[in-house]
């Protein structure tokens, strides 16, 4: 089974919301990963309150972006779903057990803090108008005759 990865959901759920004029409604959404629509309102809930999606409840309600795509970062994003751990190595208590198991974790835990640094300046420097674009890029290129794409 597949581990949960919550950046890489709200970032897939954030594109398809780019440059959409109508909103997209959980189910919609939740087509395109493909999740449960439970799964994609928990995501929209965060992202709305962190100011990057608008959502209305009810008939003909849905979610679009709550600010220009080019004026979001893929790190907004990674802080409105709450900065869950890019990286993770060592062990969850790095002070027991013998003295070369702490070394290791040591060493694991420092390059694990040094990878999440580098992370989090690359999610900086990207826009969700720029990976919107890559992805239409992609799907022009994938998709035969020009068709539609689910996810």
């Known amino acids: 089974m597949k581990a949960a990865n919550p950046l890489s959901d709200a970032l897939h759920v954030m594109a398809h919301l780019v440059g959409q004029a109508e909103p997209r409604t959980s189910e919609q959404l939740a087509q395109c990963l493909p999740t449960h629509p439970v799964v994609i309102r928990r995501l929209l809930g965060q992202l709305q309150k962190g100011g990057l999606v608008h959502s209305v409840r009810g008939h003909g309600g849905g979610s679009q972006l709550a600010r220009n795509a080019a004026d979001i970062t ?78």
């Open 74 to 151: 893929l790190h907004d994003i990674y802080i409105a779903i709450g900065a869950p751990a890019l990286v993770q190595a060592g062990a969850r208590d790095a002070t027991r057990g013998c003295p070369i198991k702490q070394l290791v974790d040591q060493a694991l835990d420092d390059g694990a803090r040094q990878a999440q640094r580098l992370l989090e300046q690359r999610l900086q420097g990207i826009t969700l108008d720029r990976l919107g674009a890559e992805f239409a890029d992609h799907l022009q290129q994938h998709t035969p005759h020009g068709g539609s794409h689910a996810g």
